[in-house]
């Protein structure tokens, strides 16, 4: 029939059944239904197929190095940093005031204990040597007179004890001008090394005017601090090694000879001092020195090499490697897990580890980097990080 005509008036509509409505319903449910499993179905499909793919792609265990935990006596000492001083320096100065007629010794020389340095005018001193010399033969010929006459009853008493007290006046006169003339010639006090020389020919010096300084280098003081806490480890007689940044690689050995019975109440510090032989004189005044007082060993303790050691912002760790199996060739498989640990002294590149591991357990001691917890590794070797020949001072 042609859209638009009238129907023909012999065929009426058929009527709309509720059940037919139904039917219709029922077959888009059930084709929608069918949509929303295959939907389902292929998602669960790619995501199985994905992750068997990921799977097949994971990455080969992280190569790293391994160590086992072992049971060391681990050193301990006490630290501080100081400054050396001779155990005797001076500055060699005179005594009395004069003119200089004699320099007898050059700048850094090498001196004994007594040797001539410098002489001052002393011509007016000697001439009263001699005056006062001259005052001693005439009193000693005056008082024998004296008591050969009393002994005969023919001098006084007085008389003799006037003899006897102007012998007495020349011999401190003499004995004061020998005084003075050894202060005009300045003598090294003990045996050293002099310093640069500060006094020309001609020079007029006052008491305390600087002629040199003078060191004794053949033993060395060395002042330093520890913390109150370390009172209690503290004897005299310990031994103290000294480091010199002057002479890398060398240590210095000495004891601990002074321990300041008086806790600075501002720094809360204890100051302590060493003595330590200088035999070649190759320390100086002045230097900076690491001192380590040495205390007796940590016996027994875990220790791992300091590279073994993770630092983080959570706390410090190592991996603890352990083996899990066989593979399909027979060869054992391995896992690092992470466990935090507690550090006790550094010593000579390894650290003592107080808790977190145990002895004999085997760690990663290089290639952390590449290691995700309790992910599989392999042991190796090659192209891993390598414990310093010497490490480095703490």
Not at 295 to 301: H, N
Request: proline share 8%.
């Amino acid at each position: 029939m042609t859209e638009g005509m009238p129907r023909a008036a012999g065929r009426p509509r058929k009527p709309r059944t509720r059940g037919r409505l139904i039917f219709r319903l029922v077959l888009v449910a059930v084709l929608m239904g069918a949509v929303g499993f295959g939907l389902y179905t292929f998602q669960n499909f790619k995501t199985v197929m994905i992750g068997q793919f990921i799977a097949k792609m994971a990455p080969p265990p992280a190569p790293v190095a391994a160590v086992q935990a072992t049971l060391k006596n681990m050193p301990r000492y006490l630290e501080g940093i100081g400054t050396l001083q001779a155990s005797r320096q001076v500055t060699v100065a005179p005594e009395v005031a004069g003119r200089v007629t004699a320099i007898m010794f050059e700048a850094g020389q090498k001196v004994n204990a007594g040797d001539p340095l410098v002489q001052i005018y002393d011509a007016p001193d000697r001439a009263d040597l001699a005056n006062f010399q001259a005052q001693e033969r005439l009193a000693q010929v005056n008082l024998g007179r004296a008591r050969t006459l009393a002994a005969k009853e023919f001098g006084s008493k007085q008389a003799e004890d006037q003899a006897q007290m102007a012998l007495d006046q020349a011999h401190a006169g003499i004995a004061r001008t020998n005084a003075v003339i050894v202060q005009k010639l300045v003598r090294a006090p003990f045996a050293g090394e002099l310093g640069i020389r500060q006094v020309n020919l001609g020079q007029y010096l006052n008491p305390g005017n600087p002629i040199a300084t003078l060191t004794d280098l053949d033993t060395m003081f060395v002042d330093f601090t520890l913390p109150e806490q370390a009172s209690a480890e503290l004897k005299v007689g310990q031994t103290v090694d000294l480091a010199i940044d002057a002479f890398p690689g060398r240590t210095f050995v000495g004891k601990l000879t002074t321990v300041e019975p008086q806790i600075d109440p501002q720094t809360r510090a204890i100051k302590v001092e060493a003595t330590i032989p200088n035999p070649d004189h190759a320390l100086r005044p002045g230097m900076f020195a690491s001192a380590k007082v040495v205390l007796p060993p940590q016996k027994d303790v875990v220790t791992v090499p300091e590279t073994a050691v993770e630092y983080t912002p959570y706390g410090t760790s190592v991996y603890i490697v352990k083996e899990v199996g066989k593979d399909a060739k027979g060869e054992p498989k391995y896992i690092a897990s992470q466990s935090f640990v507690k550090l006790g002294e550094r010593r000579n590149g390894d650290v003592a580890v107080l808790s977190g591991l145990k002895a004999g357990e085997l760690v990663a001691s290089s290639g952390q980097l590449k290691i995700i917890n309790n992910a599989p590794v392999r042991l190796s070797r090659e192209g891993l990080l390598k414990q310093p020949a010497s490490p480095p001072r703490d």
